[in-house]
């Protein structure tokens, strides 16, 4: 017997609120009293990494807010309440309405293509085999790894061939979820989340950088309040969190 979905979001819900974290998208956001931090769905992984070790070496607690780039940052305007934004840095750099006071840098987004278990791809143009017929891919306007994915597509060439098969969902972490439900064959995925999502997921093929605009990764410091963590990030432990994330 399948749990309804509803359920398992009720239960996913009341995990989040626990843990001071807030999934956009799915609920309404719960801040913690003291310091928040907003950063993109598609590096949850590193982030929640990051935030355990610095509360573990500090002792303050930090809220966590994932969603697309487009409502953390809509948040941190509304809520007034969020420290620090972190993401593709380009968008953070022409977000309106915020004033960043500086950028941490975390290391370079890097577009992969991954692909389910009882799926082999040698290499990202494997998506134009007949055997693969579904290819996940974000929102172009949501998430820079949709764009970018886009951008590939269009400078290989293979962007006719491909869309019959795609499969658009808002976030990274979707394309994710739907690839190790086996809902799609493949999917464009940032390194971090790929390597996150372990032997859920058959592998992954990086895609050539030269055929999609560079991707600068940074935290976007809104209040004085981030700055402790902003330090943490910048230490050997915190380059090290990034490192092993692909970053």
């Known amino acids: 017997m399948r ?13 989040a609120v626990a843990l001071g974290t807030v999934v956009l998208g799915t609920a309404a956001p719960v801040f913690a009293e003291g310091l928040t931090i907003a950063a993109g769905a598609g590096y949850r992984r590193p982030m929640a990494q990051a935030f355990a070790a610095f509360e573990a070496e500090s002792g303050a607690a930090v809220g966590q807010v994932y ?8 948040q941190a305007r509304e809520s007034g309440q969020i420290a620090m934004v972190c993401g593709d840095r380009k968008v953070l750099a022409k977000a309106e309405g915020l004033t960043f006071t500086r950028f941490v840098p975390l290391g370079a987004g890097k577009l992969v293509v991954a ?14 085999d007949p055997e693969i017929t579904r290819v996940g891919i974000p929102d172009a306007k949501a998430a ?14 293979l962007a006719e061939a491909v869309a019959p098969k795609l499969v658009e969902v808002q976030t990274v972490p979707q394309v994710t979820a739907y690839l ?11 390194i971090t989340d790929a390597i996150g999502a372990g032997p859920a997921i058959g592998g992954y093929v990086p895609v050539d950088p030269a055929l999609y605009d ?5 935290c976007g410091v809104l209040s004085p309040a981030a700055e402790g963590f902003a330090a943490f990030l910048e230490s050997p432990a915190g380059h090290a969190i990034m490192e092993a994330n692909g970053l």
């Open 214 to 218: 560079p991707i600068e990764i940074a």
């Open 144 to 157: 820079v790894y949709g764009k970018a994915g886009r951008q590939y597509l269009s400078q290989s060439g």
């Open 180 to 190: 190790t439900a086996g809902e799609v064959d493949a999917g464009f995925l940032n």
């Open 67 to 74: 969603g697309n780039m487009g409502q953390v940052l809509g």
């Open 3 to 15: 749990t309804p979905r509803s359920m398992i979001l009720s239960a996913c819900l009341v995990a």
């Open 115 to 128: 692909f389910r278990n009882g799926v082999t791809l040698a290499a990202p143009e494997g998506i134009t």
